[in-house]
């Protein structure tokens, strides 16, 4: 069975501008997260979907994050402006249904300079 | 508000011996207890979970207990092997309807180190 799958998986960007992660979540997973994990810290959940409605996205700083997941498969992360707070891994998850444990992919590191 | 957390930063033990994890939290709302592994450049990996109505579940090496009382959880491993050396996150969901149903909230993870 493929894993969840990220791209890229290293970026380096200026503050202010925009950048974009894509995650490819397991065939038939219908719940999709994306995670954002600073050094030292655990993954802090930043927006659920299911399938392609958003169920949470109350930690997602809306005003420079935004997310979509189409056909309800393939989802991407975009960030715009970014902030040098915004370095970090950005972790996919998928699982089954919302209540199973979750794969996760290997995550994009962001580095904001 | 830090509603799980993992107060040793850093374990070390050496190889054969039992490592013990321990986890706690805050959220009443929370019955299901998760796991997982993390290896360098590499996502978190489910390790082995528990549900609120057991307080003791075993798979192989690990184990994981559950004392609701004191909103206490701790993964035991034995013998530990040096390819345990990880990150070791718990992680936390709520009940069907309440708002952290279906969401996993983190610790802020626990650096093992097993010594051969």
């Known amino acids: 069975e493929a894993g969840v799958a990220q791209s890229p998986r290293y970026k380096i960007i200026e503050k202010r501008q925009s950048v974009a992660f894509w995650c490819n979540p397991i065939?038939?997973?219908?719940?999709l997260y994306w995670y954002q994990q600073i050094l030292g810290q655990g993954p802090k959940l930043l927006i659920q979907?299911?399938?392609?409605?958003?169920?949470?996205d109350s930690q997602l700083p809306k005003d420079r994050f935004s997310a979509e997941r189409l056909k309800g498969v393939d989802s991407t992360l975009k960030i715009q402006p970014a902030k040098l707070e915004d370095s970090a891994v950005y972790l996919c998850?998928?699982?089954?249904?919302?209540?199973?444990?979750?794969?996760f992919g290997q995550g994009t590191r962001l580095t904001v300079v | 508000d830090q509603q799980v957390k993992q107060n040793s930063p850093s374990l070390s033990v050496q190889e054969g011996r039992i490592s013990i994890l321990n986890c706690d939290y805050t959220?009443?709302?929370?019955?299901?207890f998760l796991w997982y592994k993390k290896y360098p450049a590499e996502g978190p990996t489910f390790l082995i979970s528990?549900?609120?109505?057991?307080d003791k579940n075993e798979d192989g090496r690990f184990t994981v207990f559950l004392n609701k009382s004191a909103k206490h959880l701790s993964l035991h491993i034995v013998p530990s092997q040096p390819g345990d050396s990880a990150v070791y996150f718990c992680?936390?969901?709520?009940?069907?309807?309440?708002?952290?149903?279906?969401?996993?909230?983190f610790g802020q993870g626990t650096i093992l180190t097993v010594h051969p």
């Open positions: 998850a998928s699982s089954l249904v919302s209540w199973a444990e979750a794969f």
């Open positions: 065939s038939g997973h219908a719940t």
């Open positions: 979907f299911q399938n392609n409605g958003v169920v949470d």
């Open positions: 959220n009443s709302m929370f019955d299901y």
């Open positions: 528990i549900s609120s109505i057991k």
């Open positions: 992680a936390a969901s709520g009940r069907a309807g309440g708002t952290s149903y279906g969401k996993l909230t």
